[in-house]
């Protein structure tokens, strides 16, 4: 406790930290970067925000379960959960593709996310790296790059970047989540 003038003022405990401040009291570094999951999907190059992934897995087949929403390949069950599973290129409004066999289905991966509590699942064909980019590098979709997809168009992505394997497009997972719940994609 401090005196200042005969008043007593409480100090903050020293398990209780300012936001912006160390446990020391000095300011944190404020970082400008954010991380991404970077993966291939036919030709493209897709981002997603690593804070929205929880996990990568081994593709399984989804079990199917009757739905209105054409998106929905089935449901997948991991760790005790049944997890919805999505077809990523009808999601992003292309042509809808099929795992040609099981071979090619062991080469890609199950990306899943978790939004707001919710976990959904994609297959991605490659999954590529995890990589750092600053918020500076990411261009807004209409500063150049044209995206076909109806994506672009409704705002379900966050812009663009460039890595050395390529132009990168950034899915906002959030607006996707929503536009998926709400069964506006493609």
């Known amino acids: 406790m401090a005196v200042e003038d005969g008043n007593a003022q409480q100090e903050p405990a020293p398990s209780e930290q300012r936001p912006g401040m160390d446990d020391e009291g000095d300011l944190l570094e404020i970082s400008d970067t954010r991380t991404f ?8 190059l897709y981002a997603l925000d690593a804070l929205c992934v929880q996990m990568l897995a081994e593709a399984q087949q989804p079990v199917w379960v009757p739905s209105s929403n054409k998106q929905l390949l089935g449901v997948v069950h991991l760790h005790g959960q049944f997890i919805p599973m999505f077809n990523l290129p009808r999601v992003l409004g292309f042509e809808a593709e099929q795992f040609q066999g099981p071979g090619e289905m062991l080469e890609s991966r199950l990306i ?21 980019v600053s918020e500076s590098a990411i261009q807004p979709m209409s500063g150049g790059l044209t995206d076909p997809s109806p994506l672009a168009e409704r705002g379900l992505l966050a812009g663009y970047f ?3 394997a390529g132009v990168v497009t950034v899915i906002d997972a959030r607006k996707l989540l929503s536009a998926l719940k709400a069964g506006e994609a493609a």
Request: glycine share 6%.
């Open 37 to 44: 999951l970077i993966f291939r999907d036919g030709s493209c």
């Open 112 to 132: 899943v996310l978790e939004i707001d509590g919710r976990r959904l699942a994609f297959n991605a064909r490659t999954v590529l790296e995890l990589v750092e």
């Open 162 to 164: 460039e890595e050395a």
